[in-house]
Structure formats: structure tokens, C-alpha cells
């Protein structure tokens, strides 16, 4: 069975830090990859999307970039947060070649920026 | 303008009443899914329906392309099925994936 896991869970961080988000996918050889964002009380928006390896395409941009440095790791950062960049930030997989396909999502990492 | 677009954004129920959630889109669609987003805000997904009607126990989920919608029934409600529910239309031929705003539900003992 597939499983996805992110971290951290929560991190509480100053404006104009750095951050680092991951997450891990075991079970599934080149998964596609994602990443979600959701302000408190907003919609949820796609970020980034990754098909293979080394590949990141960028679907909203918010200073944020995002990594693929294994088939099982997507790694999202900045060099300097934004008030803007606080929410709920979620990874997700799926398998489909051709479109999205079903989206199997990870528990999600909350960032709240002070 | 909004390609996704949910309806009612609220509802409050007494226990035992069914509800019906909607989801209409404006743009080319590959398939709909429905999830819950619990209160920590991690997602259950509920189900990936591209056309046709499906069903799992109380919940059924209805889409239809021609007509740009997709529906989610919940048949007699229980209180814990309150909670925010989500539409998330993935677009043809593309990587993308587009949220609406979520139902907020709420049912009453």
C-alpha cells in the first residue's frame, strides 16, 4: 500500500526566515507529485506539480519554490517568509500519465508566520 | 471568473434530513472528486467520479459533463457528518487541479 507522510507537522516562524516542507512517498514508483495551499478561511490552490524527477512546473506563484530531488521526495521552501505565506500546506500523489487522475493527499504541514 | 463553483456555502440540517451539495464548472473536465476536509484541515476523499452516479453507504455522488455539475447527497444525516465538503475539478489533459470554496455543513441533534 501507498502512503504519503509530511513535515513537520506545524512550524511557527519568523518573517524573513527560511523554510523547508517535505513529503515522502512509499509504495509508488514515479508518482506524480503536488503541492496545495490553503490561507485560513481560503481555497484550497494548487502550487506546484512534478511528473518526474528534477521537473517542477509552477501553477501559482506566491515566492515559493519547489524540488524534486528523489522519485519519492517534494520538497517546498523559501529563503525569506511572508506573513502571506502562513496556512495549511498540503502534498499530494497520483498516478494517472496523461491528467491529474485521483489525488491521494498527506496529512498537511500548518505554518503560521509571525 | 470562478471555473469552479460550489453551492449552497452553508447549510445547517436536523439529524435525519439529506442534503444535496453542488458543484458547477465552466471549464473542460477530466474528472470531479469530492472530499471532507476534517476541522485540522487534512482531506478525506470521498469519491473520484469523472461521469455517471456513485455511491458509498449514506453518500452518493452524481457527475454530468453535459450539463457542467456535480452533486454530493448525503442521505440521513448524522451530526458527524458536519464539516466542510470540497469539489476539486481536474482539468483534461493538464496537471491541474481547481478547488471550490467548500459547503460548510452543519447537523443538529
Known amino acids: 500500500a501507498q502512503t504519503i507522510h509530511q513535515w513537520p507537522v506545524a512550524e511557527i516562524k519568523a518573517v524573513g526566515s527560511p523554510l523547508s516542507l517535505g513529503c515522502t512517498i512509499k509504495?509508488?514508483?514515479?508518482?506524480?507529485l503536488y503541492w496545495y495551499w490553503q490561507a485560513t478561511g481560503g481555497t484550497l490552490q494548487q502550487l506546484f506539480y512534478?511528473?518526474?524527477?528534477?521537473?517542477v512546473e509552477s501553477v501559482v506563484q506566491l515566492n515559493l519554490s519547489a524540488s524534486r530531488p528523489k522519485d519519492d521526495q517534494f520538497i517546498l521552501s523559501t529563503e525569506k517568509l511572508l506573513l502571506s505565506h502562513s496556512g495549511f500546506y498540503l502534498c499530494a500523489w497520483s498516478r494517472d500519465r496523461t491528467n491529474t487522475g485521483q489525488l491521494y493527499f498527506g496529512e498537511g504541514s500548518k505554518l503560521t508566520v509571525l | 471568473g470562478q471555473q469552479v463553483q460550489q453551492s449552497p456555502a452553508s447549510l445547517v440540517l436536523q439529524e435525519g434530513e439529506n442534503a444535496e451539495l453542488q458543484c458547477n464548472f465552466s471549464t473542460s473536465l477530466n474528472s470531479m472528486q469530492w472530499f471532507y476536509q476534517r476541522p485540522g484541515g487534512s482531506l478525506v476523499s470521498l469519491f473520484y467520479?469523472?461521469?455517471g452516479t456513485k455511491h458509498s453507504g449514506r453518500l452518493t455522488s452524481t457527475t454530468v459533463i453535459k450539463e457542467r455539475r456535480s452533486s454530493l447527497h448525503i442521505s440521513s444525516s448524522q451530526t458527524t457528518d458536519s464539516g466542510t465538503y470540497l469539489c476539486a475539478l481536474e482539468r483534461t489533459n493538464a496537471y491541474k487541479v481547481i478547488f471550490g470554496k467548500g459547503t460548510h455543513l452543519h447537523v443538529l441533534p
Open positions: 512534478s511528473i518526474t524527477v528534477g521537473q
Open positions: 509504495g509508488k514508483s514515479s508518482p506524480n
Open positions: 467520479n469523472p461521469s
